[in-house]
T-cell receptor, first 109, second 118 residues
Framework: SQQGEEDPQALSIQEGENATMNCSYK?????LQWYRQNSGRGLVHLIL?????REKHSGRLRVTLDTSKKSSSLLITASRAADTASYFC?????????FGKGTKLTVNP | NAGVMQNPRHLVRRRGQEARLRCSPM?????VYWYRQLPEEGLKFMVY????????ESGMPKERFSAEFPKEGPSILRIQQVVRGDSAAYFC????????????????FGPGTRLTVT
C-alpha cells in the first residue's frame, strides 16, 4: 500500500499564483521528502523535512509537517510555467523510499 | 561530478527477450536503489543493493527479475522473458549511505530507462 498519498491528483493554475499540494502518510517517520518529476525525466529532490521540524523553506518552496495529523504540505509561491511537473512526497520505510502517486501541477502562462 | 547515469534511456524488447538495464551511481555512493514507475503512477521500490550485496529485494518479483551491484562496474537490473506488463520506466537512485535515521540523506535519481515490450 502507498505510504504517501498526495492530493489533489491534478492541479492547474495561472502563472504567479501559489500552488499547494498535500501529502498524508500512515506510519511514523523520521523525515519526509518532496521530489519533482518533469515529464519523461527522473526525480529531482526538492526538500527534506525532519520529524522534529514543523516548517522549512527553500527559495519559493515552503514545506510544513504535522506529525499529529500525519500530513505534510508543499507550497510553491509565485509559480512559473517551468514549475509544471509532477510532485511526489516520499517517506522512508525500512531503508527504502515509499512514494505517493503524486500531484500533477500545470502552470499556465 | 556526474550524476547517476542510466543506460539505455529507451529499450524496446519483444515478448520473451531479456532486458538489461544499467545504472552507474554517483561517485562515492555505495547504495543503489531500483524503482519502477507505471504511467501516471508514483515510483514503486524494487530492490536495494550495496556493493556486492542485496540488502532488500522485497519489491522485486520473485521470477524473471534479478539485480546485482558488482564490486566493479554498474548495477544491473535484469528482466528475463519480458512480458507486456514489464513495460514501464525503471529508475535507479544512489545515496552515500543508507536511509535509516533522522539525518538520512536524500537519494539522487538517474534519468530512467523506458522499457517497451512489444
Amino acid at each position: 500500500s502507498q505510504q504517501g498519498e498526495e492530493d489533489p491528483q491534478a492541479l492547474s493554475i495561472q502563472e504567479g499564483e501559489n500552488a499547494t499540494m498535500n501529502c498524508s502518510y500512515k506510519t511514523s517517520i523520521n523525515n519526509l521528502q518532496w521530489y519533482r518529476q518533469n515529464s519523461g525525466r527522473g526525480l529531482v529532490h526538492l526538500i527534506l523535512i525532519r520529524s522534529n521540524e514543523r516548517e522549512k523553506h527553500s527559495g519559493r518552496l515552503r514545506v510544513t509537517l504535522d506529525t499529529s495529523k500525519k500530513s505534510s504540505s508543499l507550497l510553491i509561491t509565485a509559480s512559473r510555467a517551468a514549475d509544471t511537473a509532477s510532485y511526489f512526497c516520499a517517506t522512508v520505510r525500512s531503508e527504502k523510499l515509499v512514494f505517493g502517486k503524486g500531484t500533477k501541477l500545470t502552470v499556465n502562462p | 561530478n556526474a550524476g547517476v547515469m542510466q543506460n539505455p534511456r529507451h529499450l524496446v524488447r519483444r515478448r520473451g527477450q531479456e532486458a538489461r538495464l544499467r545504472c552507474s551511481p554517483m561517485k562515492g555512493h555505495s547504495h543503489v536503489y531500483w524503482y519502477r514507475q507505471l504511467p501516471e503512477e508514483g515510483l514503486k521500490f524494487m530492490v536495494y543493493l550495496q556493493k556486492e550485496n542485496i540488502i532488500d529485494e522485497s519489491g522485486m518479483p520473485k521470477e524473471r527479475f534479478s539485480a546485482e551491484f558488482p564490486k566493479e562496474g554498474p548495477s544491473i537490473l535484469r528482466i528475463q522473458q519480458v512480458v507486456r506488463g514489464d513495460s514501464a520506466a525503471y529508475f535507479c537512485a544512489s545515496s552515500p549511505r543508507g536511509l535509516a535515521g533522522a539525518d538520512s540523506y536524500e537519494q539522487y535519481f538517474g534519468p530512467g530507462t523506458r522499457l517497451t515490450v512489444t
